[in-house]
């Protein structure tokens, strides 16, 4: 058998096609993925671990499914998986030094779903420390890099997952997006990022930062592979409360029926009036909104969603306030990093958390408590949450007029390696995905052109909760119109 | 709004994080910029408006009441810092 077409790595459609009509075999595609990452992942830093033995091992029984007649929907496929969700025997970093020689003796709900379906995991991706940030520069052991531009970064918190699809190391991969981690990552590694409705994935063994707000989603080059992507993985478990017993659609049910009908809005708070829009991103944005509706979709410019601009304090009041509960677990006692030569049990607990987490960790804990303390809960939490059920109205009312909301994914295209050193300046990243995950909406990065040093720029489309489906189908005629999906960078 | 140091202090004792004098100093300045920027939220009026925790609308999922095997100790323990027999290994609580 010859090697892998070079396209095969690009693509779950052709790299699944190939193992059907016998051009590679699985083995051979993982080791071409894996070859892949020797040759360029000194330079991305995609991944924290590449588990190649375990992957060479799953790609011969993957070939051993084939022959036989077993095989799943991703069975030989190479897929990388964010290191904040767990892999049985192999380690789970979180981007942390809190967990770096942690071993899970689970798989999550998502990761044994990844195998039944035959995927073969080749490693664990780079990822902001507890998935806290919007840049990857904040993993406790090294920066990834933009494969578009090294000196730039990918984006984050799933800045490892987004880079390793986008350099070709995998075909797929699976983020974790609490505020736009899987999405803004996307936008800025020009491929397709896809957050699901809250509730859609469920989090067994996704490693908690703020529990109402994180959801586990597909990357993928294509909004195709992407919806069989969250085929795999979505779906009930009685493993996690907040994971939705609803019978689970077709996502890929309604791809070609183009977007004649549909009603898009492009709300004004996330173009003219947005802060620090790039005028490169307005214009690539701008642009694709005609393409929309040249394909036949109405675009209403005039629509308003007012507190739009609430959605990032509410987010750095809800999400710091449940990740300083949630991370209360790390006292050096049952697991991870652990002081032991301190003064007494205290010393030992503070000096655990001292060395063991970084700066932003310890900023959004220490935020969370503050939010949550007598005397500030009812100013800062409470009324957080309130303005939360606003938030969730506003888009209520809209999707009572409109299919789906288009945006812009980020503000600005990725910017270089140590640039944003103001935590603050750092979080307005994610000012126009933050509100999607306030109301626990649908959402999708995809490529819609280039701006600044040709580097990408992502469009997003948010869909009422629980229709993935048209979220999927406005989705993919954008993308069957255009080719920027079908560019990559140069490594 | 400044937070003090003391303040400062006080958060990292109820969340035990353990600090030096220029660490605390370092987080008295990012929290207090953080803080500043949040609190535009107090303009918006939610007279009469009830909170949401979260975006599912679930309540009160609960499982059936059905015994099942639980982990074994070994799987429990692995991850342990300091194992000693069954047990966690912590430094005296009480002295």
Not at chain 1, 83 to 100: F, H, K, N, P, Y
Not at chain 1, 165 to 185: F, K
Not at chain 1, 214 to 222: E, M, R, Y
Not at chain 2, 19 to 30: H, I, K, L, P
Request: glycine content about 8%; overall charge negative.
């Amino acid at each position: 058998m010859p090697p892998p077409a070079a396209g095969s790595l690009l693509s779950l459609a052709d790299a699944a096609a190939g193992l059907r009509d016998g051009r590679h075999s699985s083995q051979q595609l993982v080791r071409a993925a894996l070859d892949r990452i020797a040759a360029v992942d000194e330079r991305v830093r995609a991944f924290v671990t590449v588990t190649e033995e375990q992957a060479l091992a799953a790609a011969a029984d993957a070939d051993a499914a084939i022959a036989d007649g077993r095989a799943g929907p991703l069975t030989g496929v190479p897929v990388a998986v964010k290191d904040v969700i767990t892999t049985q025997g192999v380690r789970t970093t979180c981007g942390s030094r809190m967990l770096e020689r942690y071993i899970p003796v689970d798989d999550a709900f998502v990761t044994a779903r990844l195998k039944e379906a035959g995927a073969v995991i080749v490693g664990k991706t780079n990822m902001d420390e507890f998935a806290m940030g919007s840049s990857t520069e904040h993993s406790a052991f090294f920066p990834t890099h933009n494969p578009w531009a090294l000196d730039r970064v990918p984006g984050g918190s799933s800045g490892g997952s987004a880079a390793a699809v986008a350099a070709g190391e995998a075909v797929l991969s699976i983020g974790s997006d609490t505020g736009g981690s899987i999405r803004q990552p996307a936008a800025f590694c020009g491929v397709v990022g896809m957050k699901p409705t809250y509730g859609r994935v469920s989090r067994y063994g996704l490693v908690a930062f703020a529990s109402s707000l994180d959801q586990i989603g597909p990357f993928a080059h294509s909004v195709q592979d992407a919806a069989a992507l969250l085929q795999v993985i979505a779906g009930h478990d009685p493993c996690d409360s907040t994971s939705a017993d609803l019978p689970l659609p077709d996502f890929a049910a309604e791809l070609n029926r183009g977007l004649k009908g549909l009603r898009i809005a492009a709300p004004r708070e996330y173009f003219a009036e947005a802060e620090r829009m790039e005028p490169e991103v307005a214009a690539a944005v701008d642009e694709a909104i005609g393409v929309l509706e040249s394909l036949g979709a109405t675009v209403d410019r005039s629509v308003s969603l007012p507190l739009s601009k609430k959605a990032l304090p509410v987010y750095y009041i809800i999400a710091p306030s449940e990740a300083s509960a949630n991370l209360a677990r790390y006292d050096g006692v049952k697991y991870g990093y652990s002081y032991t030569d301190g003064a007494s049990m205290w010393d030992n607990m503070e000096k655990t958390r001292q060395f063991g987490f970084g700066d932003e960790v310890k900023r959004r804990i220490m935020l969370g408590a503050y939010a949550l303390s007598a005397g500030y809960y009812d100013a800062y939490y409470l009324q957080a949450q309130k303005v939360r059920t606003l938030i969730r109205r506003e888009f209520a009312d809209l999707f009572s007029r409109y299919h789906l909301i288009v945006t812009p994914t980020a503000p600005t295209v990725a910017f270089p390696i140590g640039a944003v050193s103001d935590p603050y300046e750092m979080y307005l990243n994610d000012i126009f995905t933050l509100p999607v995950n306030i109301a626990g909406l649908p959402a999708i990065s995809l490529p819609c052109g280039f701006g600044r040093a040709g580097l990408p720029v992502g469009l997003q489309l948010i869909a009422d909760s629980w229709d993935e489906v048209t979220l999927f189908r406005g989705a993919h005629a954008y993308e069957a119109a255009t080719d920027w999906h079908t560019r990559h960078p140069h490594l | 709004m400044d937070l003090t140091l003391q303040e400062v202090r006080h958060i990292a004792i109820l969340t035990r994080i353990g600090m030096t004098d220029e660490d605390a100093r370092r987080f008295q300045r990012d929290l207090s910029s953080i803080l500043d920027h949040i609190r535009v939220l107090q303009e918006v009026d939610t007279e009469g408006v009830p909170p949401t925790a979260n975006g599912a609308d679930l309540l009160n999922v609960t499982d059936a009441d059905s015994p099942r095997p639980s982990r074994s100790r070994d799987e429990v323990l692995a991850n342990a810092p300091v194992r000693e027999d069954d047990f966690f290994r912590v430094r005296a609580v009480i002295e």
